[in-house]
């Protein structure tokens, strides 16, 4: 059964770094797009960031310049690196991918900011 697990959350003050994992089983990360996204309390799921097989990556206005997912293909896993954390990225953070047109997600991580 494939199953992705997010990792690396935690509590945080305003301006500081997180780095977010995602690992990966029975499916390998590194020929399908893999997508970090986040869900705030009260607010619709939010995209964050892609990484796609090829490795080109692309990310939300929201983080751009701030986060930066990349993939170690030996571990089978994502990250995101978070800097600069504002109280407005507080969220559980899900990572997702897709085989065969099916979708598969993690439990999430809770990331929060404090100001």
């Known amino acids: 059964q494939v199953q992705l697990v997010e990792s690396g959350g935690g509590l945080v003050q305003v301006g500081g770094s997180l780095t977010l994992s995602c690992t990966a089983s029975?499916?390998?990360?590194?020929?399908?797009?893999v997508t970090w996204y986040r869900q705030a309390p009260g607010k619709e799921r939010e995209w964050v960031a892609v990484?796609?097989?090829?490795?080109?990556?692309q990310y939300a206005d929201s983080v751009n310049g701030r986060f930066a997912i990349s993939r170690d293909n030996e571990e089978n896993t994502v990250f995101l690196q978070m800097k600069n954390l504002k109280p407005e990225d507080t969220a559980i953070y899900y990572c997702?991918?897709?085989?065969?047109?099916?979708?598969?997600w993690g439990q999430g991580t809770q990331v929060t900011v404090s100001s």
């Open positions: 029975r499916i390998v990360l590194s020929t399908n797009a």
């Open positions: 990484i796609v097989s090829g490795g080109v990556k």
């Open positions: 997702s991918t897709k085989r065969l047109n099916r979708e598969y």
